[in-house]
């Protein structure tokens, strides 16, 4: 039975995190899911757009992540303990891990290209309501709420490379974990 875009998709988030985005392939991938290259062009067109395809996908499964988090949870009542328990279960999440290395490694990728600044621009709007909502920036004025929101992303961002380039998964959480305490005041 052919697969579906959306399974592919899946499977191709999957081969992504398993062998990063410098030796992704198309026909790699599509060894990997159980399909042919040419359904993955055909569904998704080239390998940039199918890595595009995966780190939108991943971006929009942690951005909704965020806000289930912070559905449940009142961030300014959360003391320090309760960051550090946040961030000790992001240490024993070796898929989220994986996923925080893929989007570092997209990012690089982005760094490299030849006009980086429409799709970081998208980057910083795709998150500007999950950050807004996780650091309690809903009352700010709206310069400083967009300057706080983008200093977020670009930290968030030096951070996934730094796991990228380190895989010091310890080092990584921790300095996140500062971070979120270090804006709550914890």
Same mark, same amino acid.
């Given at each position: ?105 997209? *990012?690089?990728? #982005? /760094?490299?290209?030849?006009? %980086?600044?429409?799709?970081? +621009? $998208?980057? @910083?709007? =795709?998150?500007?309501?999950?950050? *807004?909502?996780? #650091? /309690?920036?809903?009352?700010? %004025?709206?310069?400083?709420? +967009? $300057?706080? @929101?983008? =200093? ?35």
């Amino acid at each position: 039975m052919a697969l579906s875009r959306d399974e592919m998709l899946r499977g191709a988030i999957c081969y992504a995190a398993e062998v990063g985005l410098t030796d992704f392939s198309m026909r790699g991938c599509a060894a990997a899911i159980g399909t042919s290259h040419r359904m993955l062009g055909y569904h998704f067109g080239t390998k940039d757009e199918l890595i595009g395809a995966v780190v939108d996908a991943v971006s929009q499964r942690e951005g909704a992540g965020i806000d289930a988090f912070v559905a449940d949870t009142s961030i300014t009542d959360m003391t320090g303990e309760d960051i550090d328990a946040v961030f000790a279960g992001l240490l024993a999440d070796e898929e989220q891990l994986r996923m925080v290395g893929l989007l570092g490694e997209a *990012t690089y990728r #982005l /760094g490299k290209s030849a006009d %980086p600044t429409p799709t970081y +621009e $998208a980057l @910083v709007q =795709l998150w500007a309501p999950h950050v *807004t909502a996780l #650091l /309690g920036l809903e009352d700010l %004025p709206e310069e400083r709420r +967009e $300057a706080r @929101v983008r =200093l977020a992303v670009a930290v968030q961002v030096g951070l996934s490379m730094d796991y990228v380039g380190t895989r010091d998964a310890r080092a990584y959480v921790s300095a996140s974990r500062e971070w979120v305490r270090m804006n709550l005041g914890k």
